[in-house]
């Protein structure tokens, strides 16, 4: 297909939808939805939190799961575990709160499925409202529900811990350089990844950054050894096979295809095609391209889509490829794999909080085998299963390493980091 426009003559688009779908192209006026303004009832907006780190651009985040920490932790509030019939293990978090002299109940309700973060206002009621019934205005559908009180002193612990096991502060993009013409069908594949600090085998240099309190990499591939006689050049492929996003930098109008990429990870690509470089003129042209089940996610781009080389395209660009990640995670294959993992480490802190109980009250002495039982104080079922610390971990790894998020972010002793501010289209060209 790319072919076939090269032949009929420029202008060229930017971007080309495959012949069989599957790929979506930013529209220049289409309205952006956050990837997660979904996962939770209740917005951080309403308090300033949507600006993560300040700045210009919004950076999207998981406000449910920073929720805890920012709103309960170290302050008076209560904590209880249960479960439903219809929803399984149940993790509630209760805080009081007044305001403006009004006092309202700030919730959080975790389950398998998801996270639910809201505050529910008192006026009116002769009576506060049980935890069953805090549960049910929450999630109306519940039903079969059974609570115990967390009399852990440590359980406070637990649970941040649980909650924020998604959040991560470090991110790695592939960046690939497209000629004129260049087709990329053979040039990625699927590897695992993980920068080479011994052997030198991924060269010597690395792009990094800091922004807003995040640590960003980039896997360069003009900065990747290039291997004489290996047609293929797995050493460039399991780097960038393996990232979710890529940056791909036009040295000038050519179209780019996103399936001409063999690649089970990558699901987003940020296009940047410089226009009069090396000169006070210097723009940079961008588009937009992402799987079909990859939420759309902002900012958005303006109209045109033209940017003036400066701190504030940099600002545009990094936030574009924060929140491009951040929305892949929400795609089918992704979202699956992390429903998994958080099913496993939510079994795992029920337990946990269960027999961490029991043993402060002299209760079956925080013994494993200690089972939760239906009744007495309207524990868990007695058929509920709990996963062994073995397949807790094991789940936990192979979503991290899969999701290829382990890779050190500082501790290249033997590579000499270039600020990503110093990347520009000469650098590429001179690799």
């Known amino acids: 297909m790319c072919d076939q426009v090269l032949e009929k003559g420029g202008p060229y688009p930017q971007v080309i939808l495959p012949r069989f779908g599957g790929y979506w192209i ?34 999207e985040c998981n406000s449910s799961a920073r929720a805890y920490r920012k709103h309960f932790l170290g302050k008076e509030h209560l904590n209880f575990y249960g479960t439903a019939s219809s929803l399984g293990p149940l993790v509630l978090s209760l805080k009081h709160e007044e305001a403006e002299e009004q006092e309202h109940l700030r919730i959080i309700l975790r389950s398998r499925v998801k996270t639910l973060h809201d505050k529910i206002s008192l006026a009116g009621l002769s009576r506060l409202p049980s935890i069953p019934e805090i549960a049910k205005l929450l999630c109306d559908d519940i039903t079969g529900l059974k609570f115990n009180p967390l009399l852990y002193p440590k359980g406070s612990q637990l649970i941040v811990n649980y909650d924020e096991h998604d959040v991560s502060n470090t991110f790695k993009f592939g960046v690939i350089y497209q000629r004129f013409g260049q087709n990329l069908q053979m040039f990625l594949g699927v590897f695992r990844g993980g920068l080479d600090v011994s052997h030198g085998q991924t060269g010597s240099q690395s792009v990094y950054t800091v922004f807003r309190d995040m640590e960003v990499m980039f896997h360069i591939s003009t900065k990747l050894p290039f291997t004489e006689g290996d047609a293929q050049q797995l050493q460039r492929k399991r780097h960038i096979g393996n990232d979710i996003v890529a940056a791909v930098f036009q040295e000038e109008a050519t179209p780019f295809v996103p399936d001409m990429i063999a690649s089970n990870f990558l699901h987003a690509y940020i296009l940047v095609q410089v226009e009069n470089p090396d000169t006070e003129l210097t723009t940079y042209k961008v ?51 992390e429903g998994r993992t958080r099913a496993a480490l939510l079994d795992h802190l029920i337990e946990d909080l269960h ?14 085998d200690d089972k939760l039982e239906n ?14 610390h073995a397949s807790v971990a094991s789940a936990v790894s192979v979503f991290y390493t899969r999701l290829c998020l382990d890779t050190p972010m500082l501790s290249h002793k033997h590579h000499s980091w270039t600020p990503v501010e110093k990347f520009t289209s000469a650098d590429t060209s001179e690799v």
């Open 26 to 59: 930013e529209e220049l006026e289409a309205s952006v939805i956050s990837p997660t303004s979904t996962d939770s009832m209740f917005s951080e907006e309403d308090e300033g939190g949507a600006n993560t780190g300040g700045g210009i651009f919004r950076l």
């Open 287 to 337: 588009s937009v391209t992402a799987r079909e089940d990859v939420p759309t996610f902002g900012p958005p781009l303006p109209n045109p889509p033209i940017f003036k080389k400066g701190p504030e395209f940099r600002e545009f660009l990094l936030t574009k490829l924060i929140n491009a990640e951040l929305a892949c995670y929400k795609s089918d294959r992704f979202a699956k794999l």
């Open 355 to 368: 027999r961490q109980t029991q043993a402060m009250q002299g209760l079956g002495g925080g013994c494993d």
């Open 375 to 388: 009744g007495g104080h309207g524990g868990l079922l007695e058929t509920f299963k709990v996963p062994s």
